[in-house]
């Protein structure tokens, strides 16, 4: 009979981080002809898709920070100050980051996190689709996750 003792441990570890995230990056590229296709090939990396604008005084009045991964674009955040909500902006924001994405970086789909109370009207309304809802993520708020095809 074999017995194996484990030490179960619950603390911050970065270089264990960064060992189990190879660990599973091979897992899955062994799993996975399409993500093996990709090792070592620029796409495999994500990269940043930044899109600012600033008001007539030099100050932020808006960005959209994401990334593109493969043929998707990513966006993370989407925020305009709230002196300028309602004018377009958001809308340029996007459109601007969905443009890149097509044109620069041959992506074909989008995808966005939003909470209920911040803008899923806003993406169902240009084209994104709900694909998942999390209930009480956190507690008392929905999640939503939308993706749009681009293009």
């Not at 189990?20 to 062994?30: E, G, K």
Request: hydrophobic content about 35%; some cysteine.
């Amino acid at each position: 009979m074999v017995c194996r003792m484990f030490r179960l441990e619950t603390e911050v570890d970065k270089a264990r981080r960064d060992l189990l995230h190879r660990r599973l990056r091979d897992t899955n590229t062994a799993a996975s002809p399409v993500l093996r296709a990709l090792r070592g090939t620029p796409a495999e990396r994500e990269s940043p898709l930044h899109v600012w604008v600033s008001d007539a005084n030099g100050r932020l009045a808006g960005g959209l920070v994401g990334h593109t991964w493969t043929t998707w674009l990513h966006v993370t955040y989407l925020w305009v100050d709230a002196a300028h909500r309602g004018t377009g902006l958001g809308s340029t924001l996007l459109t601007e980051a969905e443009r890149l994405a097509t044109t620069e970086r041959a992506c074909t789909h989008s995808r966005v996190e939003t909470w209920d109370f911040q803008a899923p009207d806003f993406y169902r309304k240009r084209g994104y689709e709900v694909v998942c809802v999390i209930p009480d993520y956190p507690p008392g708020v929905t999640e939503y996750t939308l993706t749009k095809r681009l293009g």
